[in-house]
Nanobody
Framework: QVHLVDSGGGSVQAGDSLRLSCTAS????????VGWFRQAPGKEREFVAA????????HYADSVKGRFTIFKDNPGNAAYLQMNRLKVEDTAIYYC??????????????????WGQGTQVIVSS
């Protein structure tokens, strides 16, 4: 397990870009798979993106494919979600998650061992 801190959220206009950061404590993070999830008001949490610890395999929700990119700062202690061409429907609280097993992250029913506290993204038209 590692301690995760999310940051980088904010209020932007549709079409703008944001980069979310997930900073981890603990050397084990460099070998963890990471993912991003989001929860909009009144909606269930949903999967956004996931990456294996080396970044050799990534997976995206259809709604963000081609606009969002997940990557890790290996061998550092950070992961990022680059969000381009933001849409109003991207408005949500975004959470970073990490786990030793990619299968626990790249799923709509995550079983991640570590979660960030969330960072708010608001996209207005």
């Amino acid at each position: 397990q590692v301690h995760l801190v999310d940051s980088g959220g904010g209020s932007v206009q549709a079409g703008d870009s944001l980069r979310l950061s997930c900073t981890a404590s603990g050397p084990a993070f460099s070998t963890f798979a990471v993912g991003w999830f989001r929860q909009a008001p009144g909606k269930e949490r949903e999967f956004v993106a996931a990456s294996t610890w080396k970044g050799g395999s990534t997976h995206y929700a259809d709604s963000v494919k081609g606009r969002f990119t997940i990557f890790k700062d290996n061998p550092g202690n950070a992961a990022y979600l680059q969000m381009n061409r933001l849409k109003v429907e991207d408005t949500a609280i975004y959470y970073c998650a990490a786990d030793e097993r990619y299968a626990n992250i790249a799923t709509s029913t995550p079983r991640a061992s570590s979660w960030g506290q969330g960072t708010q993204v608001i996209v207005s038209s």
